[in-house]
């Protein structure tokens, strides 16, 4: 398949190349959306495209001719996950009770992109209700958009639930894109199409416009080609906003603790040897290492009461016509598109039915919060540590495939808040992207996006998607 002009410039290179005259942000656009027609139709990364995107690039284009002062992303594409409001487009969430759905205005994070001069190209596909609905759909799979396919092989999983998004990023549909993340939600889509995901702490960009799993662990996040556009996107979208120092170097004395990361039995060797490689790189850096295990607690006993909760105010307050609350939203479920037959609403019924007392819902969060966040900060100041790595997800098994080994180290910085950024770092049997993970200290994303961008610098594993139809043997 064709590969972009633009496919491994970054942000930088692009608003350089729109302010030298050689591109004009409504060439971009357009090139973008003749990529996304292309494309899309093996991807289903895409759910909607935006149809103002082209006369908003010609406004940015007009603006930047007449010398008016723009933003930091003026003309700039971006792609938005379909669980995010974009005033103008449905809210969907990937679900056909969704369809409707128009919200009142943006959220915050949207808002904030278009102040930037961002072009909102679209929305992406995702695992439907962001993976609340049922643990037995398939992952990147929503009535609404299809099933998301890995572009690297397609009949392998892309993971979920910001699929789309991760695979949009990687195939180049747009520039940049944004995902939402609970629990991994960002970090293994992204780990497993060969881009960088990143998952900021907890209350940097606000959760305001999402659609809600929980208010104590969502947040968005870019997914992105690489780490300086990851920068770049959270620079505009954070709260408070610092700039991030990007250098190949890492400070004299960067100490980092190496995590094997929660796996099954009959994880691919693969993942390790990626690790260990990973290390190496790092020790060359002039990197201390120590070995570390981190606790991950488990938040399944408290996310049904606050997706309860959420979902009913979302639901509520959104415009157009939709499920008005959770008991409508699972007299949804025979619509046929849904498929409730098969896979059933497990969770939305569980959530239906968390009818547990406030004190005692907000002992139990507090003690996981609590004991993740003692854990984490107990091994950053014993070991002195800038960051943790870990493998971000194990090899991509076939869609097909219901019983899957699995590698999973998104947790701990989910339920305790911390940042977290993927970065690609190698391949399963040559083709399967593997990516490593690194948990920073709290608050200190900034920090951790230079580290994580010293180690793509000296890596430089990431390789463009060929869309194979299957693994070869």
């Known amino acids: 398949m064709e590969t972009a002009f633009f496919e491994e410039m970054t942000v930088?290179?692009?608003?350089?190349?729109?302010?030298?005259g050689l591109l004009t942000a409504e060439e971009l656009t357009r090139r973008c959306l003749k990529r996304i027609e292309r494309l899309n139709p093996v991807?289903?990364?895409?759910?909607?495209?935006?149809p103002h995107a082209l006369a908003r690039a010609r406004k940015v284009d007009r603006l930047r001719a007449s010398r008016f002062p723009l933003g930091p992303l003026a003309g700039i594409p971006v792609l938005v996950k379909d669980n995010i409001d974009t005033f103008g487009?449905?809210?969907?969430?990937?679900?056909?009770?969704?369809?409707?759905?128009?919200?009142?205005?943006?959220?915050?994070?949207?808002?904030?992109?278009?102040?930037?001069?961002?072009v909102i190209l679209g929305k992406t596909n995702l695992s439907e209700w962001a993976g609340y609905r049922t643990s037995a759909a398939p992952n990147g799979w929503s009535p609404v958009g299809g099933q998301t396919r890995n572009p690297h092989v397609l009949d392998r999983?892309?993971?979920?639930?910001?699929?789309?998004?991760?695979?949009?990023?990687?195939?180049?549909?747009?520039p940049v894109t944004l995902g939402t993340d609970t629990f991994g939600s960002i970090i293994a889509p992204a780990a497993t199409s060969a881009v960088v995901g990143f998952r900021p702490s907890h209350g940097r960009v606000s959760g305001a416009g999402i659609v809600p799993i929980s208010p104590r662990q969502d947040t968005a996040g870019p997914i992105t080609r690489n780490v300086a556009d990851a920068a770049a996107i959270f620079e505009v979208i954070?709260?408070?906003?610092?700039?991030?120092?990007?250098?190949?170097?890492?400070?004299?004395?960067?100490?980092?603790?190496?995590?094997?990361?929660?796996?099954?039995?009959?994880?691919?060797?693969?993942v390790d040897r990626v690790l260990a490689e990973a290390a190496v790189k790092l020790h060359e850096l002039g990197v201390s290492l120590v070995e570390v295990n981190v606790s991950a607690h488990d938040p399944s006993g408290v996310l049904p009461y606050e997706f309860k909760k959420g979902v009913n105010a979302y639901l509520g307050s959104v415009g157009g016509e939709h499920p008005r609350d959770?008991?409508?939203?699972?007299?949804?479920?025979?619509?046929?598109?849904?498929?409730?037959?098969?896979?059933?609403?497990?969770?939305?019924?569980?959530?239906?039915?968390?009818?547990?007392?406030?004190?005692?819902?907000?002992?139990?969060?507090?003690?996981?919060?609590?004991?993740?966040?003692?854990?984490?900060?107990?091994?950053?100041?014993?070991?002195?540590?800038?960051?943790?790595?870990?493998?971000?997800?194990?090899?991509?098994?076939?869609?097909?495939?219901?019983?899957r080994p699995w590698v999973f180290s998104g947790?701990?910085?989910?339920?305790?808040?911390?940042?977290?950024?993927?970065?690609?770092?190698?391949?399963?049997?040559?083709?399967?992207?593997?990516?490593v993970s690194f948990i920073g200290r709290r608050n200190r994303d900034e920090e951790l996006l230079g580290l994580a961008y010293s180690f793509e610098q000296a890596t430089l594993a990431r390789k463009r998607p060929l869309y194979l139809p299957t693994l070869p043997i």
Not at 12 to 20: F, K, N, S, V, W
Not at 370 to 394: C, K, Q, V, Y
Not at 422 to 428: I, K, M, R, S
Request: proline content about 8%.
């Open 12 to 20: 930088r290179d692009l608003l350089r190349a729109m302010a030298t």
């Open 43 to 50: 991807l289903h990364a895409v759910i909607t495209v935006n």
């Open 89 to 118: 487009l449905p809210t969907t969430a990937g679900s056909e009770a969704m369809r409707h759905a128009l919200p009142h205005r943006d959220a915050e994070l949207v808002s904030r992109l278009r102040g930037s001069g961002a």
């Open 157 to 174: 999983t892309p993971f979920g639930s910001s699929s789309g998004s991760a695979v949009a990023a990687a195939a180049s549909l747009a």
């Open 238 to 270: 954070a709260t408070p906003r610092f700039a991030c120092r990007l250098e190949k170097s890492l400070p004299p004395g960067t100490r980092i603790g190496v995590w094997r990361g929660n796996r099954s039995a009959g994880a691919h060797p693969d």
């Open 326 to 403: 959770l008991d409508e939203l699972i007299a949804f479920g025979s619509h046929p598109a849904e498929r409730t037959s098969e896979l059933g609403l497990t969770r939305f019924e569980r959530a239906l039915n968390s009818d547990r007392p406030p004190r005692e819902y907000l002992e139990e969060r507090r003690r996981i919060t609590e004991e993740t966040r003692e854990g984490l900060d107990r091994l950053f100041r014993r070991h002195r540590l800038d960051a943790i790595m870990a493998p971000s997800n194990g090899r991509a098994p076939k869609d097909s495939e219901l019983v």
């Open 411 to 435: 947790g701990p910085a989910a339920v305790g808040g911390y940042p977290s950024i993927t970065v690609p770092a190698g391949y399963a049997d040559a083709r399967l992207p593997l990516g």
